[in-house]
């Protein structure tokens, strides 16, 4: 078994972001963790030449079935947008678990922007004039307070340090499939996300199989590593039976 992390939008290096929840993983149960590389956000996908990688959500969907086509059993962990592609990839056998963090199920036909729009307090984002779409009126601080508000200051500028511009096409391209239908899931809710609305986040648990509510900013395998592998590790042996919901410190 081992598992595949699917960054969200707008960052590069999905292997830092996921870092401290890796090793925690592996330490405690030998599973090993690697990172999508996803071209919407240039990141350069290993077979297919030096060139930065572009696309939209297409592009980072087919680069998540080939690393499934080279895998045997995986759990695949979708952060915010990361679900969207986990969607649009479609149903693959090599898929024993779907893991999602303050993420979305879609249905088919539905794109990345119309899942946010409705959005009370949405994040801000502008036209870069390139194809592009970014980040707008951030700063280190006011990146932090939004989306690692509990994370030190070191992590914030780290962090940022990653923020990238994507295709604007991931946020515009309808899924055409549904990877996550007929899949055993869990949902991390994060009740402190000042990203990611409340509401937003409980609307998609409902699809998954079961969900945990957990006191934590956006990125809880961050700040909160211990909560994401103690789920993850019930995940890899889930418990048979309906849905269900629970609420963590």
Not at 46 to 61: N, Q, Y
Not at 156 to 167: G, I, K, N, P, S
């Amino acid at each position: 078994m081992q598992l595949l992390f699917v960054h969200g939008a707008l960052v590069r290096d999905g292997a830092w972001w996921w870092r401290p929840a890796a090793d925690l993983l592996e330490r405690r149960t030998g599973i090993r963790s690697r990172a999508l590389a996803l071209p919407s956000c240039g990141e350069r996908v290993a077979g297919e030449g030096d060139s930065d990688a572009a696309g939209g959500l297409v592009a980072d969907a087919a680069a998540l079935r080939r690393e499934l086509d080279n895998s045997d059993e995986v759990v695949v962990v979708g952060h915010s947008y990361g679900g969207t592609v986990i969607a649009e990839a479609g149903a693959h056998p090599a898929v024993k678990g779907l893991f999602y963090i303050s993420s979305y199920l879609p249905d088919i036909g539905q794109a990345q922007g119309a899942i946010m729009s409705g959005e009370p307090d949405p994040v801000s984002i502008a036209d870069n004039g390139d194809g592009t779409l970014g980040v707008s009126g951030y700063d280190v601080a006011s990146f932090g307070a939004r989306f690692l508000q509990d994370a030190d200051a070191a992590t914030q500028l780290e962090a940022w340090q990653r923020v990238t511009a994507q295709d604007a096409s991931a946020f515009v391209t309808p899924t055409t499939a549904a990877g996550w239908q007929g899949v055993d899931s869990t949902y991390l809710v994060c009740t402190q996300d000042r990203s990611t609305s409340l509401d937003l986040q409980r609307f998609h648990a409902a699809r998954a199989t079961r969900s945990v509510e957990v006191q934590t900013g956006h990125h809880p395998f961050i700040t909160r590593p211990e909560l994401v592998v103690d789920e993850l590790v019930r995940q890899a042996r889930p418990k048979r039976g309906p849905a269900s919901t629970s609420r963590l410190p």
